[in-house]
């Protein structure tokens, strides 16, 4: 295999990553309508959809596999490619989370839509950080997923909002008992996203630059 040939392979997975990267965005954003609407017809196709999502990351990996096989690639090439093995592995799980949302409406007895201001804010702002952290995945940009990295402490936040405010529907009215922790549910799958997402962001800067911001952390507490 020439450079140009391995070249060439590299931006093929590239593109297959884009690609998964939008089916998540997608199941998010549907997964959390479903919720919102009681839509028991988009929760399962949220839940078909997550196979496709699945199939993806086996394809990408095998392409990689194949690549790291056929080429004993360099170091920086060889970083990409185990830095996209990680990124697909932690947009599994993102689906995995769109998954289990859909999960939790398909098994509801709800018959009204929700109103939620904080879930969809948390939504929002999820799928913009898994945009950028894409983007910073695609163009190299350093400065982007350290930003990505970073912006997983507001989804923290607005769980820990959302969660309080639950728990006070509970204390005022028990009848609010299942819908509040519906929506718990809901939100945590959101908020565990965001550390994933969060974590692409500090692969990007090791695919980068060959370190780790996790690591920096820990030499900062030390």
């Given at each position: 295999?020439t450079?140009e040939?391995l070249?060439?392979?590299?931006e093929e997975?590239?593109?297959?990553v884009?690609?998964?990267g939008t089916l998540?965005m997608?199941a998010i ?10 839509d028991k017809e988009?929760?399962k196709k ?6 496709v999502?699945d ?14 096989a056929?080429?004993q ?8 490619i ?12 993102i ?6 949302i ?7 007895e ?7 201001e ?12 898994l ?5 910073s995945f695609?163009?190299?940009n ?8 970073s ?13 309080r405010?639950?728990i006070?529907?509970i204390?005022?009215?028990p009848?609010n008992?299942t819908?509040?922790?519906e ?6 799958y959101?908020?565990r996203?965001?550390?994933l ?9 090791y695919?980068?630059?060959g ?5 920096e952390?820990?030499d900062?507490?030390?």
């Open positions: 295999m450079r040939v070249y060439t392979k590299m997975v590239e593109n297959d884009m690609d998964m998540c997608e954003k549907n997964s959390v309508e479903s919720f919102l609407n009681c988009l929760a949220v839940r078909e959809n997550d196979d999502i199939r993806k990351e086996m394809e990408i990996e095998e392409k990689c596999v194949s690549i790291i056929l080429q690639p360099v170091a920086s090439d060889l970083r990409t185990l830095t996209v093995i990680k990124i697909i592995s932690k947009l599994e799980k689906g995995d989370n769109a998954s289990k859909a999960k939790i409406v398909l098994k509801s709800c018959t009204k839509k929700r109103e939620n904080i879930l969809n804010v948390m939504t929002e702002y999820l799928e913009k950080m945009k950028d952290a894409l983007v695609r163009t190299r350093e400065s982007l997923a350290r930003d990505v990295y912006r997983d402490k507001k989804i923290d936040k607005l769980y820990e909002q959302l969660y405010e639950m006070s529907y204390i005022e009215n009848k008992t819908m509040a922790t929506t718990i549910f809901a939100a945590k959101l908020e996203s965001g550390n997402v969060a974590s692409i962001g500090d692969r990007v800067v695919m980068i630059t370190e780790r911001i996790k690591e952390e820990f900062f507490k030390h």
